[in-house]
């Protein structure tokens, strides 16, 4: 078989990462990754969750054991609450059925495999198509054509006003034909770093409700965009408060910074108003979702849930995550406000307002492709799409950065 195979495409992501490695220059900025770095520019290994691995570090009861296939229990309800909310009438009806995942990855991959196949809508028998925002993540064609879902787009950045399309956002979401699948990112959205607000959203359920949608979030970010574990959740609990049926894939990676140990969890969320059992529906959804999990993984990693579960399990230890999480937003919301800022005083042409007006780790700096090469020779690294990563900035090289960015837009 391998005369027969072609090279893959590089992930672009992986290409300019690669080339910031191999630059011997000691002015070099990776603004690619996905992942926070403190105020010097090193990675962080929040103070909670060090606490917590030296705890189940001296557990005895901590084994290498297989978890059962839908994970640990103890975590996936506390990861459950932590997205829906303690008071979350979905958790209260027990309508709820959760599995820990491979990360968010993972819990994309294994929505997507379950519509796949068991999502018939409009008496079509093929799989349903999913409707993600045009940018979006660049993995989510990835993961959801891998469960082989058609996919088609809704607007969603305008790029002239480096704004949010709502307009033509909501327009394709009420035309897509009923019951269609739409993921949405729960917060802080990927690349663009724009959100819907809190009235948009309103009204992104209203045409979604009307339309019998179903919404599959994208919890990546929850905590780091705002601080506040609870107002990054708030579009997904406005959902479910309106009874939809629906899914959520949430990760821990980048709230906990545990990125490596692949913490997640899959919530599929069943509907009041379907006139059925609702434990008999959450038992055939739980079954099926646990016989794709079995195939694709047979059981979830054991030790990071460990430590998130204790995290969310401890009273404690989950106060001083929210703290960590305020510390973790602070610094990013701070070097937003200093770009900005310096750009201003230096003249640079065009509008700043959205590296301010946009939130969680990103900022879509409207740069373009061939600003962006310039920017390389520069050793700034970023995707040619013009997203930074505003953890890769610090007071030490943002100066240098500005600086290029000057240069590079006056060019
Ligand atoms: N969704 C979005 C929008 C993301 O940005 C990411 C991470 N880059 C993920 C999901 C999943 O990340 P992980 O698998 O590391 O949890």
Redesign the pocket.
Known sequence: ISDTVPEAPQDPLFSVTSAFYDDPSDKKIDLSI?AYRDGKGKVWVLPVVKKAAALVALDPEYTHEYLPITGLVEFTDAARKVCLGAESGAIKERRVTSLQTV????A?HLGALFLSKFYRPNGIDKPPTIYVSSPT?SNHPQILGLAHLPIATYRYFDAANRSLDFAGMLADIASAPPKSVILL?ACAH?PTGIDPSPAQWKQLASVMAERHHFAFF?S?YQGFASGSLDRDAAAIRLFASYGFEMCIAQ?F?KNCGI?GQRV?CFHFITSPALDADVQDTLTRVGSQLALLQRACISNPPVYGARVVSLILNTPELFDEWAEDLRVMSGRILHMRQQLRIRLEQLGTPGSWQHITDQIGMFSFTGLTEEQCLLMQRAHIYMPLNGRISMAGLNLENLEYFVRAMDRVVRE
């Open positions: 996905g990360s968010g990855t993972g994309l993540w990112h990927n994208d990546a990760s990676a990125y997640g």
